[in-house]
């Protein structure tokens, strides 16, 4: 019981936090905070304590008001703000280390081993055409609390991977990521335009071969450093 007031303290500030951004109603969000804990008490009180669970609960109980409230339905039915945003990523955070906690034991295990991963074919294709992408990873000496510390973990992986690709599809991933509906066509003409300058550039250093229309490149990556067409790149290359 004492695991579960000390749980409650940490979290009952973010929990009504966001159960006010949801409802806009501070004596609704500290009702619902309330009737969260208590059902998780209720429901799981012999399970992991889990903050991603007591946010699902929460959610789940915040909706079951919504429906109860014919009127407030536009409540669960208007976009999601940057705070809910955040939440969502603060529980896909929180479900991600309690996976990566259960599989600690196994993947100890897997490790004295030295695995070694390997993709013998890997196809996609999107209206640009059609990418290949074959390659290797091992992790030479890695240990678990190696994950902690990406830095770390880099300097122990081997990996090398061949990909070939359309040069309009290397393109489109470029310019990805800003909605066209914030641009007008000149900016996505610029856009675009840049990017081919760019896989040009790439080309004339080196760093991809041009075949017609589709472009190339080996990627490998050593004790932390890295090559494109055995040439290092990334930053400090020369």
């Known amino acids: 019981m004492d695991k579960f007031r000390q749980f409650y303290t940490e979290n009952r500030e973010r929990l009504f936090g966001y159960l006010l951004?949801?409802?806009g109603n501070v004596s609704l969000a500290a009702d619902l905070a309330q009737e969260s804990f208590t059902r998780y008490l209720e429901r799981y009180r012999n399970h992991e304590l889990s903050v991603a669970l007591l946010f699902t609960i929460g959610r789940n109980i915040f909706y079951d008001h919504v429906r109860r409230q014919p009127r407030q339905i536009a409540l669960a039915e208007s976009p999601p703000d940057l705070a809910d945003d955040q939440e969502r990523l603060y529980i896909v955070r929180e479900e991600s280390r309690r996976v990566l906690a259960a599989l600690q034991e196994p993947m100890i295990e897997l490790l004295k081993h030295q695995p070694e991963?390997?993709?013998d074919r890997l196809q996609f294709r999107n209206q640009h055409g059609e990418a290949l992408l074959t390659g290797a990873l091992k992790l030479d000496g890695a240990k678990p609390e190696d994950f902690a510390n990406p830095m770390l973990l880099m300097g122990k992986v081997n990996m090398q991977a061949d990909l070939k690709l359309p040069a309009?599809?290397?393109?489109s991933f470029m310019t990805a990521g800003k909605p066209a509906a914030e641009e007008d066509e000149a900016q996505a003409a610029a856009r675009t335009n840049m990017a081919l300058q760019q896989v040009d550039a790439f080309v004339a250093q080196g760093y991809l071969e041009r075949q017609g229309e589709l472009v190339q490149a080996r990627f490998a990556l050593s004790k932390g450093a890295m090559t494109l067409n055995d040439k290092p790149f990334g930053p400090g290359a020369h």
């Not at 309009?168 to 393109?171: F, L, P, R, T």
Request: cysteine-free; glycine content about 0%; hydrophobic content about 60%.
């Open 168 to 171: 309009a599809m290397a393109v």
């Open 21 to 23: 951004r949801k409802s």
């Open 117 to 119: 991963f390997s993709i």
